[in-house]
C-alpha cells in the first residue's frame, strides 16, 4: 500500500511541474498585498495550470533572486511599483543576470502612473523604448470601449493577434476582442532580431502624453502599427521577457467582461484567454523546440577493397570518417513542447528547415523534408553527395524563428580523400580512353618499326672481277 501511496504522489508531482518545461517557482512583486484581490483571476488561473507563487513586495529586504549562485525562482510577474524603483533586489543588472541564467520575466505597465526610470532603464537595455515622458497612454478614436471610456478612448478594443510573417506559427489567437486599457505605448528597435510584437495597436492609435494639457496631440512619440503593446524579447539562450503594456487588462472585471464597440454591438473579452497564451509563450509553456535523434549515414555502402575496409564504407550510424563525392542520407527529430506534453513539429508551408554541411562557409544548403513521425517527434531528412573537398566538416541545423526556442545543432566530421587502392582504374574512366589508346598505339608503331627494321636488312651485292690497280 506504501507504494502505492508513494507512486500517486510523484505522479501528481509529475502534473505539477509537466506545464511548465523551464519550471513553476513564480514570483509575483506587487508592492500593495491589497491589489491581489484585483488580479485573483489572473492568479487562480496560474495556479490551475501548477505553478507555485510567491507574493513579495519590491521593498522586502530579504528578497533575493540568487542563492549560491543558483536562481531561486524560475519566473517572475512584475506589477508596477507606485514608487519611484524596485528596490536594491530588482535591479536592471540583476534582472538581466536573472535572464542571462535562463530566467523568464512578464513585466506589466501601467498608464495611471509614470514608469520609474529604473524599468525604462531596464527596458532601454533591450531596445524597447517608452515615451520621452513615460507618461504616455494610448489612444485611438475608431477602436474603444463606448460604455467605459466614452470620453477619453482610452480603452482600446482589439482583434486578436495576427501572425507576424507568413512562416511564423500564431501562438496568441483567440476568440473575441481584447479589451487593453490605458495602455502604455512601446516602440521597438529596428536592429535587434530578437525583439518581436505580440499585439499591435491599430493604425488610427496615436500616443497622448497624460500630462499635457492641450485637447490634441502634438508631434507625438508613436503612431498607428508603431506602437507595440505587447512586446517580446527571446535572448539567444531561448530565455523569455514579456512587455504587457497595461496591467489594467488582467483585472478581473476585464476578464470576459462585455464591451461596446462604436457599432453599438455588445461582445465579451478575451483578455481571460489571450493572458494565458501570454504567460504560457512566456514561461516556456509553448514554442519550445526539443531535438530528438540526430543520426547521419553512408545511403549506400561503400565499395571499397575489402583490405581497407573503413566505418564509413561498411554504412554504419553516425561515422566519424567519410569520404570524398559519396552520398550520405542525415535525419534528425524534432518535437513542440505543448503545455503538458510533446507533439510532432510542423513547419509552416512558406517556412523550410534546413541542413548546412559547412566547413568555414557552407558547402551545401538544403531543405529538411518530413520523411515519417514519432509518438511524439517529426523525422526530417535528406539525402546528398559530399563535395569533392577533403577536410573536418559538420552536419549543422541551425533553426531560430520569432516565439520559437533556437535550436542548433551541430556534429563534426572528416571527410577524406580517395585511398591509394580506392581510385577507380584507367579503363573504366571514358575521358582516358585517348590516352589509353595512344600509348597502346605508340607501343604497337614501335614493336612494328622494329620488326621492319629487323626484318628489311638490305642485300650485300659481290663483284666478279678482279681488283685493278
Not at 61 to 79: K, V, Y
Not at 169 to 188: D, S
Not at 387 to 406: C, E, M, S
Not at 411 to 421: C, I, L, M, Y
Request: hydrophobic share 40%; net charge neutral.
Amino acid at each position: 500500500m506504501r507504494w502505492l501511496v508513494s507512486f500517486c504522489a510523484l505522479a501528481l508531482l509529475g502534473l505539477v511541474h509537466a506545464l511548465s518545461s523551464a519550471g513553476n517557482r513564480l514570483l509575483v512583486v506587487i508592492e500593495e498585498a491589497g491589489d491581489r484581490d484585483k488580479y485573483s483571476q489572473f492568479w487562480g488561473d496560474l495556479d490551475v495550470r501548477g505553478y507555485k507563487l510567491t507574493f513579495e513586495s519590491p521593498k522586502n529586504e530579504n528578497l533575493a533572486l540568487f542563492r549560491h549562485g543558483e536562481r531561486t525562482f524560475d519566473h517572475i510577474i512584475i506589477l508596477p511599483p507606485k514608487s519611484k524603483g524596485l528596490g536594491p533586489s530588482l535591479t536592471p543588472n540583476i534582472l538581466l543576470q536573472f535572464i542571462n541564467q535562463n530566467g523568464n520575466i512578464l513585466l506589466t505597465l501601467s498608464g495611471e502612473s509614470p514608469t520609474p526610470a529604473a524599468i525604462a532603464t531596464l527596458l532601454l537595455e533591450l531596445d524597447i523604448h517608452l515615451s520621452p515622458g513615460r507618461s504616455s497612454v494610448v489612444i485611438d478614436h475608431f477602436n474603444y470601449d463606448a460604455s467605459s471610456a466614452p470620453e477619453k478612448h482610452d480603452v482600446l478594443l482589439l482583434p486578436p493577434p495576427s501572425p507576424l510573417r507568413p512562416d511564423v506559427k500564431n501562438y496568441f489567437a483567440t476568440q473575441g476582442l481584447i479589451a487593453f486599457p490605458r495602455a502604455v505605448p512601446q516602440e521597438l528597435g529596428n536592429t535587434s532580431p530578437y525583439l518581436a510584437p505580440i499585439l499591435r495597436a491599430k493604425s488610427t492609435a496615436y500616443s497622448y502624453n497624460t500630462k499635457n494639457e492641450a485637447e490634441t496631440a502634438e508631434d507625438p512619440f508613436a503612431v498607428g502599427e508603431q506602437i507595440s503593446l505587447v512586446s517580446s524579447m527571446q535572448a539567444r539562450n531561448s530565455a523569455r521577457f514579456t512587455v504587457f503594456g497595461s496591467v489594467e487588462a488582467l483585472e478581473n472585471q476585464w476578464f470576459n467582461a462585455k464591451v461596446k464597440g462604436l457599432d453599438g454591438k455588445e461582445s465579451k473579452t478575451a483578455n481571460r484567454a489571450f493572458a494565458k497564451k501570454v504567460t504560457a509563450w512566456t514561461f516556456l509553456e509553448t514554442g519550445v523546440l526539443k531535438v530528438g535523434k540526430v543520426e547521419h549515414r553512408l545511403s549506400v555502402t561503400g565499395q571499397g577493397s575489402s583490405n581497407n575496409a573503413s566505418l564509413a564504407q561498411l554504412g554504419d550510424l553516425n561515422p566519424k570518417i567519410y569520404r570524398i563525392k559519396t552520398d550520405v542520407t542525415f535525419n534528425i527529430e524534432l518535437s513542440e513542447y505543448s503545455y503538458d506534453h510533446l507533439l510532432p513539429l510542423t513547419i509552416p508551408s512558406a517556412d523550410a528547415l534546413q541542413l548546412e554541411f559547412t566547413m568555414l562557409s557552407p558547402f551545401h544548403r538544403l531543405n529538411l523534408k518530413p520523411i515519417s513521425h514519432t509518438v511524439n517527434g517529426t523525422v526530417f531528412s535528406t539525402t546528398f553527395r559530399l563535395p569533392d573537398q577533403h577536410g573536418i566538416f559538420a552536419f549543422r541545423v541551425n533553426y531560430k524563428r520569432p516565439f520559437l526556442t533556437n535550436v542548433d545543432v551541430k556534429r563534426e566530421v572528416t571527410v577524406r580523400h580517395f585511398a591509394h587502392d580506392e581510385w577507380p582504374r584507367s579503363w573504366r574512366i571514358s575521358a582516358g580512353w585517348t590516352w589509353i589508346g595512344g600509348v597502346w598505339i605508340t607501343i604497337i608503331g614501335w614493336v612494328a618499326f622494329v620488326a621492319v627494321w629487323l626484318w628489311s636488312e638490305p642485300a650485300i651485292e659481290r663483284s666478279s672481277g678482279k681488283k685493278t690497280q
